[in-house]
């Protein structure tokens, strides 16, 4: 077409309607790109709109989800199966599988106790109270207190404290287990742990809501234990104390974001003889918690102990699951890094970032877990977590062969008719392996929390299972914590000692958590 034609054409009445067209499909793009942008800006002011009002007793997180309805469909999938090579559902669809049956030493260092009866591996959070009604150990009195971490349990809670739910927490252990749970369904509260335990209905801002927990923390900020991965804390220290230290009210928006998972995923007594206790007023290390239980006394004036050994007759703790007091030691919590960053990050829906609520393992959802920080291929990720998890795994089933082989030392002692004070020191000996053993055993992430921190445990069970064989056989051996030197600088690391030919030994650094 020539000029002339193109200007004729453009002048004609079909050309104007052309470029007519054009402007007006021009305009209306311009206009849908307008107004998508104003509502991405509208979403990211407002996230979500109220279309139902929710309160303190609005347990059923179907309520929730009319309101937030992405974070709703994200918790559902809790109920999916998903797994990992050490953790997660492997079961059937009905129950999963049994970790008695996969590690038979786990049952021989639980007899005397319902684990030995039924111990299985875990599911998500939409099954952890029908997985606790379901479980075998029910056969077995039970505390009600065990609700604590399984339900939505503060309505229940205030209407057994007459409107005060630490009232209702305190007298919570006094009920078996079946009772509570009936008083549960009947007050229509019969959900898991649900949004109203970790969000303000009002405000939706993240809080703790569960007695033992804010009683812990509280013990915690009062000892002088080092924490360095909770600086709330160490700044409340600081002050005056006049108020005892509040996580909602003193604790940072990036440390909520894992008290509210400390608020079950912990080390904890629960049982009959006494409220559900935290044992934090020495600190979080296995030693610290150790040395707390030791020097408790029931209210009867007994030592403390969850369990006597059926076959040894050793006084032995069992050890929760001690995810929040793991982590604390570990390079992650000390990097400013939450349970939630990892556990539940951040995803985009719309022009709203929320939190993923989908709880699960990382290496389920590497790219927006992990590589947000480490700029390393997904392939590699997993890589480096499976060799912590192995070698963890490898020095668990050998402190489980350890305590076996301790027990049956035990047994034999026993039946020999050794000396009280011989079997004495043995017994010391397993409470102190069985107590690390199952530190790490029943934590759930198989040593990634705190890798060097969880092979040192293991190392010290394999040891102290070690010691009470030798003891079983008449050693002078005690049953104590190894002492723990400085290290030497480094500088001295090839320095001879005067007077001696050979370079002087460079007495190793105590196992980090980094």
Known sequence: MSNSEKKSFLSSPLGYAVAIGVSALFAAGLTALLMNIAERKAESREPYTRLVAVGEDDTDPAKWGKNWP???????????????????????????????????????????????????DRRGHAHMLHDQEQTKRLTKPQSGSCLHCHASVMPLYRELGGGDA???FEASHKFGYQELNQKLHASGHAHPVSCVDCHDPASMTLRVTRPGFIR?????????????????????????RELPYDANRDATRNEMRSFVCGQCHVEYYCSSKMPLTFPWGKGLKVEDIEAFWDETKFPD????VDYTHKETGAPVLKAQHPEFELWNQGIH???????????????????????????????????RACQTCHR???????????????????????????????IEAINAAQAASAPEPVLAAARNAQRKAQWRIDFIAAENSMGFHAPQEAARILGEAIDYARKGQI??????????????????????????VPGSAKPRPVTPAPSASH
């Open 70 to 120: 992405s974070q709703y469909d994200a918790y559902r999938r809790t109920a999916l199966l998903t797994k990992t090579r050490f953790g997660g559902h492997q079961g059937s669809e009905a129950l999963p599988e049994e970790k008695i049956a996969r590690d038979p030493w786990l049952k021989r260092m639980f007899e005397g106790y319902a684990f030995a009866i039924d111990y299985r």
């Open 166 to 168: 630490t009232k209702g």
């Open 216 to 240: 812990g923390i509280q013990a915690l900020a009062l000892s002088d234990s080092p924490v360095p991965a909770l600086p709330s804390v160490a700044e409340w220290r600081k002050g005056n």
């Open 301 to 304: 004036g007994s030592a403390f």
């Open 333 to 367: 919590a000390r990097s400013g890094v939450s349970c939630a960053d990892c556990h539940m990050p951040y995803m985009r829906e719309g022009a709203s970032k929320i939190s993923d609520h989908w709880v699960r393992s990382p290496l389920l959802n590497v790219n």
């Open 376 to 406: 390393a291929s997904e392939e590699e990720m997993k890589s480096r977590v499976d060799a912590i998890q192995q070698r963890n795994y490898d020095l668990m089933q050998r402190a489980g062969a350890a305590i076996v082989e301790l």
């Open 471 to 496: 003891a079983t056989l008449g050693g002078a051996v005690e049953a104590k914590a190894p002492e723990q030197a400085s290290p030497e600088p480094a500088s001295s690391a090839a320095t001879s």
